[in-house]
């Protein structure tokens, strides 16, 4: 059985941006993340360990987004969707970052990145 497991609006602090001002300060970014996963095990089990563990991806790509210094939300991206489908057993993940202070006067500027595993060469 197929289910989509997704983190919503998990705010992280970093270093991101390639203006100098933006190297100089923590920013927050906001992501959203899906994960198509094989869910059955998890609906009959009850149990964590045969589910997509989602703190453990949201842990990931904190990680990740701390550990680096992104210039380019586009490489953030699609380094964390790499790490996801690496890291996870899911057929498909969808990936969208905002960072909220990219633009004056808008909400936010980002980025929406997906991948399913079929499409990754063997």
């Not at 998990?10 to 100089?24: D, F, N, P, T």
């Not at 210094?69 to 899911?90: D, N």
């Amino acid at each position: 059985m197929l289910g989509t497991v997704f983190v919503e609006n998990l705010r992280i602090e970093c270093i991101i941006g390639v203006h100098e001002a933006e190297r100089q300060r923590l920013q927050p970014l906001h992501l959203r993340v899906e994960l198509d996963t094989d869910i059955a095990a998890a609906a009959t089990s009850d149990e964590i360990r045969h589910a997509l563990d989602y703190s453990a991806v949201a842990n990931l790509l904190r990680e990740l987004a701390q550990s680096r210094g992104y210039r380019l939300i586009e490489t953030f991206a699609s380094e964390a969707l790499q790490q996801v489908m690496k890291h996870f057993p899911c057929e498909r993940v969808a990936i969208e970052i905002r960072k909220p202070n990219a633009i004056p006067d808008a909400d936010a500027a980002g980025i929406r990145l997906e991948r399913r595993r079929s499409e990754i060469p063997s």
